[in-house]
């Protein structure tokens, strides 16, 4: 119970954060969701920053799976446990680590047949590309895993999908999109690996209409799409106009941003030493994270200072 308020508390104030770091938070979709065991499944462009925005805007109390790397610390671990965050171990945390992924999959199966939600990044990694990449096996086999155990259980798959004007910057805006839930169940009717793959191939046919999905080859008239002022917060506008060009293609009518002018003007001593931070950072797929987390920080060093204000102020006119 003390856990669960807390987790509360804290996606209250993670949102309130997020609509301070981002100019504009759009979300469509919400009663696409059903409640019950549900796997959100989205796109991955934006490290952790994609999967606060699921926490966040679904409203349900939400697990989520992360790189395991973080949790090496014993702190990171207690800490990280304790805001619903799950370990994933891939090849590069070693081989012999692969097998505690059985560990982390029994967890969900057992989260999902207590009807939780869990997030989840079917892509398996992170890109900066407007695509989506080929899902791998991992959703499909939690999925399936926890109706073999529960065959009974309704597990919905609800996919998301997440689209940044600028996935690297703050005060870009994001739009939040919520697809029609796929019914688990049907496809584990159908017997592995089938089911499996025709899981995989739906999914992935859902989740590229709730993006701008981008070809891998693209003719030459997507190629120039992004030297101009489109707007991503769009992406059946945009996907139908790759489709055929002959469409409007929607274009961003961008409005002066007096709040994210006030905090450029605020915090420009802190811009400059962000810069240096910036220029170190390897895999740019973090660039936009880590601002919010630097901007995150701000925020709480301003609410600490405003409550030492005001019980100092308190205090002084009790005492006067």
Request: with cysteine; hydrophobic share 50%.
């Amino acid at each position: 119970m003390m856990q669960r308020l807390f987790f509360r508390l804290l996606r209250s104030y993670v949102w309130l954060a997020l609509h301070i770091f981002f100019r504009r938070i759009r979300v469509s979709g919400l009663d696409q969701i059903p409640p019950g065991a549900v796997l959100f499944t989205a796109n991955h462009q934006n490290a952790f920053l994609d999967a606060l925005l699921i926490v966040c805007s679904s409203k349900r109390y939400t697990h989520f799976l992360a790189r395991a790397d973080i949790f090496r610390k014993r702190w990171a671990r207690s800490l990280l446990r304790l805001i619903n965050l799950l370990p994933v171990y891939r090849v590069r945390d070693g081989w012999q680590s692969l097998n505690r992924n059985h560990e982390t999959f029994a967890a969900c199966s057992h989260l999902l047949a207590a009807q939780q939600a869990i997030v989840i990044f079917p892509e398996g990694n992170h890109g900066s590309a407007r695509r989506l990449r080929p899902l791998s096996k991992g959703f499909s086999r939690v999925a399936f895993q926890t109706l073999r155990l529960q065959p009974a259980l309704p597990l919905f798959i609800v996919p998301v999908g997440l689209n940044y004007t600028d996935p690297t910057h703050a005060r870009s805006s994001v739009h939040i999109k919520y697809g029609p839930p796929l019914r688990a169940n049907t496809y584990f009717e159908m017997g592995e690996p089938q089911g499996a793959q025709a899981l995989r191939d739906a999914l992935s046919f859902a989740m590229q209409q709730l993006i701008t999905h981008l070809p891998e080859q693209p003719a030459p008239h997507v190629e120039a799409l992004t030297s101009q002022p489109v707007d991503f917060l769009e992406p059946e506008r945009i996907n139908a106009w790759i489709a055929n060009p002959a469409l409007p293609l929607p274009l961003h009518n961008r409005q002066p941003d007096i709040v994210g002018t006030l905090w450029r003007l605020l915090l420009f001593p802190i811009a400059l030493a962000w810069q240096r931070w910036d220029a170190k950072i390897k895999d740019r797929v973090f660039v936009g994270s880590l601002k919010f987390a630097f901007v995150f920080g701000i925020v709480n060093v301003a609410v600490v200072v405003v409550v030492i204000i005001a019980i100092i102020w308190t205090v002084w006119t009790i005492n006067t």
